[in-house]
């Protein structure tokens, strides 16, 4: 149980472009969805947290209309990549949870899309 | 502020050996504790969790118990496998589906 799928799992496009990661709970409904950028041999770090029908909260220093986030369902988020410039490859990846009148349950990860920039 | 601090990587042992990755944190109240698992170009797996004090979190022949006179919850597992190379990542957060807050991650490399 518990499966979060992420596609595409890798994708190579040219700069300026735009590109869309989808983050889909296969089996549960996902309350909150997190995205995360890791950098090589680095540790993840948070970019936004969405909920279900609700803006995105972004941390500080990520660029809101640079990574527009959207969660228009309970299993469902996407991250588009908006001019997408070298700097910005990197390998991202999503979690979910679903926390509802007391049922707390961890964050389940995708399998990360690998993005390249030329 | 809240933080995860664990051991430098890479760790490399060999097969079977006894694995030890330690993991403070500085937190106030009562964060649960977390243990995930990377493995290479994939995403993080739960390896295992501790939601209050004194709890032991154990999958897979790990095991990790939330000591909170030590601020810790290092990881260990008797005999490794070659298949347990992977990074792995300690974490806390204040509610088991709320915001994450990781450790740098340990790279463990594990040789036949």
């Known amino acids: 149980g518990a499966v979060v799928s992420q596609h595409p799992s890798r994708v190579i496009c040219k700069s300026g472009t735009s590109v869309k990661i989808e983050c889909r709970s296969l089996?549960?409904?996902?309350?909150?969805m997190f995205w995360y950028r890791q950098f090589p041999k680095k540790s993840l770090m948070l970019m936004a947290t969405?909920?279900?029908?609700?803006?995105?909260?972004?941390e500080q220093g990520v660029e809101k209309d640079k990574f527009l986030i959207n969660h228009a369902s309970l299993t469902l988020s996407t991250l588009t990549v908006t001019s997408a410039h070298p700097e910005d490859s990197s390998f991202y990846i999503c979690?979910?949870?679903?926390?509802?009148?007391?049922?707390?349950?961890?964050?389940?990860f995708g399998d990360g899309t690998r993005l390249s920039i030329l | 502020g809240n933080s995860v601090t664990q051991m430098e990587g890479p760790v490399t042992l060999s097969e079977e050996a006894f694995l030890t990755i330690n993991c403070t944190y500085t937190?106030?109240?009562?964060?649960?504790l977390f243990w995930y698992v990377q493995y290479p170009g994939e995403g993080l797996q739960l390896l295992l969790k501790?939601?209050?004090?004194?709890d032991k979190g154990s999958n897979k022949g790990f095991e990790a118990t939330y000591r909170k006179e030590t601020t810790s919850f290092h990881l260990e597992k008797g005999s490794v496998q070659v298949s347990d190379s992977a990074v792995y990542f300690c974490?806390?957060?204040?509610?088991?589906?709320?915001?994450?807050?990781f450790g740098q991650g340990t790279e463990l490399s594990v040789k036949p």
């Open positions: 974490a806390l957060a204040y509610n088991q589906g709320g915001k994450l807050i």
């Open positions: 501790a939601t209050k004090a004194d």
């Open positions: 969405s909920n279900e029908g609700s803006k995105a909260t972004y």
């Open positions: 979690s979910a949870s679903y926390n509802h009148e007391g049922f707390d349950q961890p964050q389940h």
């Open positions: 089996d549960f409904q996902a309350t909150t």
């Open positions: 937190a106030t109240g009562y964060p649960s």
